[in-house]
C-alpha cells in the first residue's frame, strides 16, 4: 500500500499468466490492464463471496460496460457492481472522479482553470502523495495512481480553453 503512488511509471511484473488465461476482455476484446485483487474487492459493492481464486483485469475501454474481468473470462464486473463510477468509462464526465484519494473531478478541474488561467491539481496531488496520503491501490478502481489520467484531463481543458478564448 506505502508504494502505491510511487512516482517511477511502470513496476516490474513479477507474475506469470497460465497458459489458460487471457489478458483480453471478453465483452470488447481489448487487453486489460493488471491488477491485484485487492482492488477488486475493495470495489465490489455486492458480496465478495463472488470473488473467484485467479487474476483480474481491469478493461479501459470507454464504450465497453466491463470493469474487471477473471482472466480465465469466465466473471465479469461492470460499474453496477462497484462502489465507485469509473473514470475511464466516462472520461468527460464533469462529476466522475479521476483522483479517487484526494476526490477532484473533471468539473472541479475545469472551474479552477477558468477562474485562475492554470491548474493546481497535480501539484496538489503530489503533495499528497509526498505526505503518505493516497491509497490508489485500494481507492481507484485502476488499482494504481491517478496522475497520468489527472494530466490528460488537464490538457485536454487547457486545449478546450483556449479553443474558446481565440
Ligand atoms: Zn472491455
Known amino acids: 500500500m506505502s508504494d502505491c503512488c510511487s512516482l517511477a511509471k511502470d513496476k516490474p511484473d513479477s507474475k506469470k499468466m497460465a497458459a489458460a488465461e487471457s489478458p483480453f476482455c471478453p465483452a470488447c476484446g481489448e487487453k486489460g490492464k493488471r491488477v491485484d485483487t485487492q ?43 462497484l462502489r465507485e463510477r469509473v473514470h475511464q468509462k466516462h472520461p468527460f464526465d464533469e462529476d466522475v472522479f479521476v483522483c479517487y484519494c484526494f476526490r477532484h473531478t473533471p468539473g472541479d478541474i475545469r472551474v479552477e482553470l477558468q477562474a485562475t488561467g492554470e491548474s493546481t491539481v497535480v501539484e496538489r496531488i503530489n503533495a499528497g502523495i509526498r505526505a503518505g496520503k493516497c491509497a490508489c491501490d485500494i481507492r481507484n478502481p485502476q488499482g494504481d495512481c491517478c496522475l497520468g489520467n489527472v494530466i490528460k484531463v488537464v490538457k485536454r481543458l487547457q486545449n478546450g480553453a483556449a479553443l474558446v478564448a481565440t
Open 39 to 81: 482492488i477488486v474487492k475493495a470495489m465490489l459493492a455486492i458480496s465478495l463471496e463472488a470473488v473467484r481464486g485467479g487474476a483480474y483485469r481491469f478493461c479501459r475501454t470507454e464504450r465497453c460496460p466491463v470493469v474487471y474481468f477473471s482472466v480465465d473470462g469466465v466473471q465479469t464486473f461492470g460499474e453496477a457492481d
